[in-house]
């Protein structure tokens, strides 16, 4: 991994209205260096916006990191879509950050090189030059982790990446993220209290207009974790109950119709 | 086999009732002939037929390139230069509300009474589907894909021609499909408000001296040019779009047969 140490930050939002709701006001929060932050809760309180602003796609948030430097350039972006270019053969998306930065044709062929490896490692060796059209929903989003971690970046933001998966699929993706994405910054939102407890150092729950963050402590074990494990189990019901009275809070905001995504 | 085979039989059958329908009626020749004539007249006038339809051919030919080619520029300017889009974009929608055909008659007076002016009219009917088509295409790119290539510090030419381009790809098939069909169209136009050669010339010339059988034969040799353009211009958009799949049930193409390469 280049791009320097995983840096941990600060997240600031004074004020953000959006579609005439007010999300943020006064907010902050702490992300981690290297380590996993999964941040649960309703649909519609403000998660995806988070991330969006931590990536610098929303104005309106205030990133102070713990070397001084920005944050842009630092990050990578896994959506719950796969975001593969149709016309791009499987190799291709995965370097596509760096055919769209431009990159030297002298560092091509060990870009490429490192990218086969990295197909490889998500168990898609031999379907380097297929379409996207060709492989399975899962195959697609392994080809959009492969993309991530190819992009090298120490802060990875992840917006429900495995929520579209069956379960099988789901958890092997989920291990082999954790296993890649060893010693990144990772902010991942989902809605899966069972995958906040695989994957999570630290689990936050958003609740509340404004948004307000409580913590739920997550296991001390390392990730992943089994989702057999007695420990979990016992917290994943402690989780519920608190997910289910932050959904509660949100009840009375439930008939309007909302226009941000969640 | 069964796709080209069915068409063709339910033109056979077409032809057979107006065959029947001419010769039950006793129809003078000179009003309508019946298909038995008209094939008769397509053998023998096949010199002047080649000759006259390699003209509107040419014309067809060098339209669908220039205005394709123009077209798309045009969109892409469009896109590239978003001070030339506030102030063109108007124009552009306005200016599709002119029936070119009116046009017809000046071009012939500006460019002469050659190739030129067919030419010319051709490219108007043209530049507009393709240019709005791809348009709409190359603005219409997935946000998705545009957050992405934001977060990965991309180079705006490269998210251009890498994402929205590519994106706008099908798009402007569908341009330069409604572009092939409505080519002859121009050139044909062209040539009956003044020409000296080219189907459309061949028609009206034949039209007025009562020669039913050879405007017959002129429309058929039109009709298969125009076929052939548009099937050229399907393979040719298929090729383009390579990883778009044809979904309708029961498809003429087979989705497993295209190439994927």
Known sequence: MSGGRPPGFTVGVPRLVLGGRLLFENFRLRIEAGRWTCVLGPSGVGKTTLLRLIAGLLPGALVVTDDGRPLAGRLALMAQQDLLLPWLSVLENALLGWRLRGERRSRAAELEGSARELLARVGLAGREDDLPQALSGGMRQRVALARTLMERRPVVLMDEPFSALDAITRHRLQDLAARLLAGHTVVMVTHSPLEALRLGHRILVLRGRPVQVSEVSAPESPIPRDPGDPALLAREAELWRVLAASAGAEEDESCAPFSARS | ?261
Do not use: C
């Open chain 2, 1 to 261: 086999m069964r796709t080209v085979l069915r068409p063709l039989l339910t033109a056979a059958g077409l032809l057979a009732l107006w065959e029947l329908a001419v010769r039950a009626s006793g129809v003078p020749p000179y009003i309508l002939p019946p298909p038995s004539r008209v094939l008769a007249t397509l053998w023998q006038a096949g010199p002047l037929l080649a000759e006259h339809g390699l003209i509107t051919l040419i014309e067809i030919l060098l339209g669908m390139a220039i205005g394709a080619v123009l077209g798309a520029a045009a969109a892409l300017s469009l896109a590239l230069l978003p001070p030339l889009r506030r102030w063109l974009e108007p124009v552009l929608v306005a200016s599709q509300a002119i029936p070119v055909f009116a046009l017809a008659p000046l071009l012939v007076l500006w460019l002469g009474y050659g190739i030129g002016s067919k030419v010319a009219m051709a490219v108007l009917i043209i530049f507009f589907p393709v240019a709005t088509a791809f348009f709409d295409g190359l603005r219409r790119t997935d946000p998705g894909w545009l957050e992405l290539a934001r977060v990965m510090d991309a180079k705006p030419l490269r998210v251009l021609f890498e994402i929205r381009v590519p994106a706008a790809l099908p798009a402007l098939g569908s341009g330069l499909r409604v572009a092939a069909a409505v080519a002859p169209i121009g050139a044909v136009i062209g040539e009956w408000v003044g020409a000296s050669r080219g189907l459309g010339y061949l028609m009206l010339h034949a039209n007025a001296r009562l020669r039913v059988d050879l405007v017959f034969a002129a429309l058929s040799v039109l009709a298969l040019l125009a076929l052939a353009l548009f099937r050229l211009t399907d393979r040719l958009v298929a090729r383009l779009v390579y990883w778009q799949r044809e979904t309708l049930p029961g498809s003429v193409h087979d989705p497993e047969g295209r190439s994927l390469a």
